[in-house]
């Protein structure tokens, strides 16, 4: 919903932005979502003065949701429908920011002068008053700017970076940066680590472990702005973790070792139990069954390394937080924490990629092998008998935990199932929220509750819509998200505006109002070619009531054929317009597995 002409905008001392973003969290990892992983500071943001989103949607991976999440438009539009390369069929899969879409770092930057609004009067009162002109810094994961090969030189990357096809984030409206311009890597050496414009060649220390080191670059850059500059900030801290591969201290993995020895049947059956208990899910939504490709865990040989690896999955998010709790109190050493706007979420459902051990050199995932600081060999692979945390090793912890990790919903990060595309999501604004009393709850129904939870959908490109609107500034035509303000402000939660779309890797999706129609590509065999509207083929479409049935368990298609055709026009319509191109974009060789 956008801001109407006369409702209350935001504060005129243009509150602080945070954007937190994990990296293949999902949708109940963290406490205050059902887990049992230990996440206070992130538990924190959830409670008195901030609210849980129930329905917030990302765009099943990485660097699609990234690029949405920074422009507030579809992936296809921003440039990156896929992955970060170019897939040759047009701009809507070249693998990079489209430099004809502005950031939102960008869209913030800009100072406004507006006419200052008189709370006695209709009109203005003569004065005017300053809108955006934020600082602007980003930390972490870049991932939307062309490919960085995790093996490439230090020369390969100075050569690339900022050039017309490898856009930077100090190219793209952040005035300082800390962070790698690629994907998943190392947590001890990170590929493609760059500060500022320079590429970062020097050895790590001793001790080294790239979630600590984004969290205390923000700390860094929140403590040196200096008390004369009265600019407001917008900081995006864009993590890794949990991502790929399971690394972490031995210590911080030994805290979680034996918690996982019951399997991950009993986590999902204990998380669903805890999201009932908190109010984000109501009773009558049953549990997905467990996914058909992860076995029952009795038929589990080797339990201990699967503790070791969700164990270490664990402690990766642990570490998170932690250092999320040290930004926290950077903010309020500072005296900004009760003006800061903070949202946290993650860029897609649970990863369940298996990284397959002996590989063809060169190839994925062997490409991320190499040797460590110390000489030792980076083995590649989810090997029984390696512990998982090492530098040298390159582990991820599979479909199964993936499965827990997405509980109560179906399938996982790729996917545009509930599974691969809801996010836990909190925005926290102590000096707003806190005076607010009432939520939405399920269906519709108002309580007062110290908790705040909200059940409306939403998308990440809203944030960019409610970035502007915090800051005062115009919102750019093109901008396709909608702001969430008023439930900020605590007006009633209205229906959206514009239907939901989905599409990657052929996967696609349609919200509309209680309905959500859904296409998983790989169950057809030679389907994902066929994207018109065929009035007399619904098949392999899903619909689902999303206030009764959210989990995905009873496909109503066949008896709603009028609206399923409806949505699938819908979605075509959609797909035309933002330049969807038939899956596969090129075709898939033998040994490739449609992800």
């Not at 992983?37 to 129930?54: K, V, Y």
Request: charged content about 25%.
């Amino acid at each position: 919903m956008r801001i109407k002409n006369n409702e209350k905008s935001a504060d005129p001392t243009r509150p602080n932005i945070l954007i937190i973003l994990a990296d293949d969290l999902g949708f109940s990892d963290v406490g205050c979502f059902g887990s049992e992983i230990e996440t206070p500071n992130i538990d924190s943001l959830a409670r008195e003065g901030g609210i849980r989103f129930t329905q917030m949607y990302n765009c099943a991976r990485c660097c699609p949701s990234r690029a949405s999440l920074l422009t507030g438009v579809y992936p296809h539009q921003a440039g990156v429908g896929h992955m970060v390369y170019d897939a040759g069929v047009g701009p809507a899969y070249q693998g990079y920011l489209r430099w004809n879409v502005e950031t939102v770092a960008e869209m913030l930057k800009k100072e406004y002068h507006c006419a200052k609004e008189s709370e006695d009067t209709d009109g203005d009162d003569g004065e005017s008053e300053k809108r955006g002109g934020y600082t602007t810094f980003m930390v972490g994961k870049w991932h939307v700017g062309s490919e960085y090969p995790p093996d490439a030189s230090h020369e390969w990357i100075r050569n690339a970076m900022g050039d017309e096809t490898h856009p930077t984030p100090i190219q793209r409206g952040f005035d300082e940066y800390y962070g790698t311009l690629g994907g998943g890597g190392s947590y001890y050496r990170p590929p493609s680590l760059v500060r500022g414009d320079k590429v970062v060649e020097e050895a790590m220390p001793a001790g080294f472990y790239y979630t600590d080191a984004i969290n205390d670059k923000a700390c860094d850059f929140i403590d040196g702005m200096s008390k004369s500059n009265r600019k407001p900030f917008f900081m995006y801290v864009a993590h890794c973790a949990p991502h790929w591969p399971l690394h972490a201290p031995k210590d911080e993995i030994d805290k979680y070792r034996g918690e996982y020895m019951h399997g991950w049947d009993e986590v999902r059956e204990r998380r669903h139990s805890k999201l009932v208990e908190q109010g984000l899910i109501p009773p009558t939504w049953q549990c997905s069954p467990r996914d058909e490709h992860s076995p029952p865990w009795e038929h589990i040989a080797n339990k201990e390394f699967e503790d070791a690896r969700m164990a270490t999955y664990a402690a990766q998010i642990t570490i998170m937080d932690r250092g999320i709790g040290r930004i926290l109190k950077a903010l309020q050493r500072n005296g900004v924490y009760q003006n800061t706007v903070i949202f946290f979420l993650s860029d897609n459902g649970g990863c369940a990629e298996y990284l397959k051990e002996n590989g063809e050199e060169g190839q994925w995932p062997e490409f991320y092998g190499g040797v460590t600081s110390d000489g030792q060999r980076i083995q590649v692979g989810n090997l029984q008998n390696l512990n998982p945390g090492g530098d040298e090793t390159f582990m991820s912890y599979d479909l199964p935990w993936s499965n827990a990790s997405n509980t109560p919903f179906r399938l996982f990060k790729s996917f545009v199932h509930e599974g691969g595309i809801s996010t836990p999501f909190v925005i926290h604004w102590p000096s707003m929220i806190s005076s607010r009393k009432h939520v939405q709850c399920i269906k519709g129904e108002e309580r007062n509750d110290s908790c705040r939870i909200c059940h409306s959908p939403c998308i990440v490109m809203d944030i960019v819509a409610t970035c502007c609107d915090l800051a005062g500034v115009p919102l750019p035509h093109h901008v396709e998200g909608e702001s969430l303000l008023p439930i900020l402000y605590g007006n009633d939660v209205t229906t959206r505006t514009r239907p939901l779309f989905w599409e990657h890797q052929g996967n696609r999706a349609v919200r509309l109002d209680k309905w959500k129609l859904v296409y998983r590509c790989c169950e057809r065999e030679n389907s994902c070619n066929k994207q018109e509207n065929e009035d007399d083929d619904i098949h392999g479409w899903e619909l689902y009531n999303m206030e009764e049935d959210r989990t995905e368990l009873h496909n109503l298609a066949s008896e709603n054929q009028v609206q399923v055709h409806h949505m699938i026009q819908l979605w075509s319509d959609w797909a035309a317009r933002v330049g969807v191109k038939p899956w596969p974009l090129k075709p898939l060789t033998e040994d490739e597995e449609d992800w």
